[in-house]
């Protein structure tokens, strides 16, 4: 196991910088590494293109340390992965959550969460991905939890995925990986509104399965369920 992040510490993985644990997990906690103006950025992974830069056999752990600023962002900007079948990869940050285009998350069969806005109180802590940043798992679960606004990039499961915030919208972020969600199950709860008329979520079934079900909680609170065929696609704007 790899376990990196003291109380007081700072968490960094520049360009080429690699975390390996082939056999085991890895827990990456921090509080400010300075990196980012503005920001109080707990962890700061850099991008090295399609190359990890986090690796493990296991469980992925990472997120801000007991003692980080209430505010403290979570940055992912290089691609991470799992290669267990079963384990999962968990990331949290009290404030915002945010992916490069290059930060790409990948999970075999285990659940991936994403939650933004771990502390106490509504306090507007967002998901933002990037044009391009992927979120995959072959089989496992997808979770993103904000309070604030969650940007999709793609959000890729045979299983499930679910997105909910409590105070904010979901939002396109861009279609360079294709559709924004691909799975047999989505599931979106947002105060302040799902996709826009100019730019709405599309979703796509999996390839894996035969129909996908969408339901969803408009910010009027209606609740709204779909079940769509095989291999077309489907656009929300609520």
Do not use: K
Not at 2 to 19: A, K, P, T, W, Y
Not at 50 to 68: F, K, L, P
């Amino acid at each position: 196991e790899i376990s990196l992040g003291l109380v007081g510490s700072e968490m960094c993985i520049r360009d080429r910088g690699r975390i390996d644990s082939l056999l085991d997990s890895v827990t990456i906690t921090g509080s400010d590494v300075f990196a980012t103006a503005g920001t109080a950025d707990s962890v700061l992974i850099d991008s090295d293109g399609t190359n990890n830069q986090v690796e493990a056999g296991q469980a992925i752990v990472i997120g801000d340390a007991t003692n980080a600023p209430s505010a403290a962002a979570t940055i992912i900007n290089g691609r991470i992965e799992t290669l267990s079948a079963t384990h999962t990869i968990d990331i949290t940050a009290e404030g915002e959550v945010q992916f490069g285009a290059d930060g790409d998350i990948v999970g075999q069969g285990g659940a991936i969460t994403v939650i933004a806005d771990t502390g106490a109180g509504a306090n507007g802590g967002a998901v933002t991905m990037a044009d391009g940043a992927t979120i995959q798992s072959t089989t496992g679960a997808i979770t993103v939890t904000a309070d604030g606004n969650i940007s999709i990039g793609q959000l890729s499961s045979s299983s499930s995925v679910v997105v909910t915030t409590g105070n904010g919208m979901i939002a396109d972020a861009g279609d360079a990986s294709g559709a924004d969600i691909i799975t047999s199950s989505v599931s979106f709860t947002a105060l302040a509104g799902i996709g826009t008329d100019a730019n709405a979520i599309e979703s796509q079934t999996a390839a894996t399965s035969t129909t996908l079900t969408l339901a969803a909680i408009t910010d009027s609170g209606d609740t709204v369920s779909y079940t769509h065929l095989r291999a077309h696609e489907t656009e929300a704007d609520l």
